[in-house]
């Protein structure tokens, strides 16, 4: 009977343990962009074994790193519910809200504005929408924020635009590809977010024609399921997020560091310190929601009819 207790005893004790060090689990998303500073720096943090989020979150808590090219893919993964939160642009969110009703995306904070640009070949004079008639234009993914807003300025100027032609050909193109058709001459232009519109600037003379400076580019979401199973969890990153936000503006050159040390390990490429520290200079990092901002990127995918008809958004906004 003793004998009996002592192993209840024992047993009792090891799923204390067990539950007491049971590791919470968060998986992230993000791009190998510098406009998704907070993402990269993190990612190299816990690379590091000094993760910002995991020190602040708390004990017991592994961050999970997932890295896209795109916006629609990391839509896909939270749809998949592979991960439960991500770095994306605002043309990826919406389209991902308005596909699923407002059921499965929550925007719940900003992270970048500007970064992302129109650059041409630098011996062609291509300024106007109607200068592109019959062009190739390379973006980074269909449907992305940059792929949107190229689609939606070209339409407003007048072009017919389709996803397989129209009166302009926008090619869908991953980023690292762009540099080489763009010195092969290949594509007559790229809308493209940093650092690969440095990159075509200083590498290929490009042009830039068009900068969204005020533009968010870079937004972080929640999966509905996330905030609805670990809303103190989530709670608990979003402020994390502004705490790294603040970090990376007060510290700028620490985190280009970070960034330049984890896009060769993502990329397999080493970018130059001069190339980041250029790129950044377009860029504010800042965890204010951009409402504004989403609110205008909803009428673009409208207009490059991505979306028929505008949604009411007031449920994307999540305030945590």
């Not at 407002?102 to 630098?122: M, T």
């Not at 926008?170 to 080489?180: A, E, F, G």
């Not at 205008?296 to 505008?310: E, L």
Request: charged share 20%.
């Amino acid at each position: 009977m003793k004998i009996s207790k002592l192993v209840l005893s024992i047993s009792l004790w090891f799923a204390a343990a067990t539950f007491c060090f049971a590791e919470t689990k968060i998986r992230i998303g993000h791009f190998p962009n510098i406009t998704h500073a907070q993402g990269v720096v993190a990612h190299a943090l816990s690379r590091q074994g000094k993760g910002w989020f995991e020190q602040r979150i708390g004990s017991g808590t592994k961050i999970e790193w997932f890295v896209y090219n795109a916006g629609p893919s990391a839509m896909e993964a939270v749809f998949a519910n592979s991960i439960d939160l991500t770095y994306v642009g605002p043309g990826p969110a919406l389209n991902a809200y308005t596909k699923s009703n407002g059921e499965e995306i929550r925007l719940i904070a900003g992270a970048a504005n500007g970064g992302a640009g129109f650059i041409v070949q630098p011996g062609e004079n291509l300024k106007a929408p109607a200068d592109f008639r019959g062009k190739k234009i390379a973006t980074p993914q269909l449907g992305n924020t940059q792929d949107i807003s190229c689609r939606a300025w070209l339409t407003d100027g007048g072009l017919k635009i389709t996803q397989l032609g129209g009166d302009a050909q926008v090619i869908p193109t991953q980023n690292p590809d762009q540099l080489s058709l763009f010195k092969a001459k290949r594509i007559d232009a790229v809308w493209t977010v940093e650092p690969w519109l440095t990159r075509l600037e200083q590498e290929a003379s490009g042009k830039v024609i068009v900068e969204e400076k005020e533009v968010a580019t870079t937004i972080l979401v929640s999966s509905v399921r996330f905030l609805k199973e670990q809303r103190d969890l989530a709670k608990k990153f979003a402020q994390a997020h502004v705490e790294l936000t603040d970090w990376i503006t007060k510290n700028p050159e620490e985190a280009q560091r970070l960034i330049k040390t984890e896009l060769l390990e993502e990329t397999k490429s080493d970018m130059n310190p001069q190339l980041i520290a250029a790129a950044w200079k377009r860029i504010v990092f800042t965890a204010e929601t951009p409402r504004a901002s989403v609110e205008k990127f909803m009428q673009n995918s409208v207009r490059a009819g991505f979306i028929k008809t505008a949604p009411d958004i007031s449920k994307l906004f999540e305030n945590l």
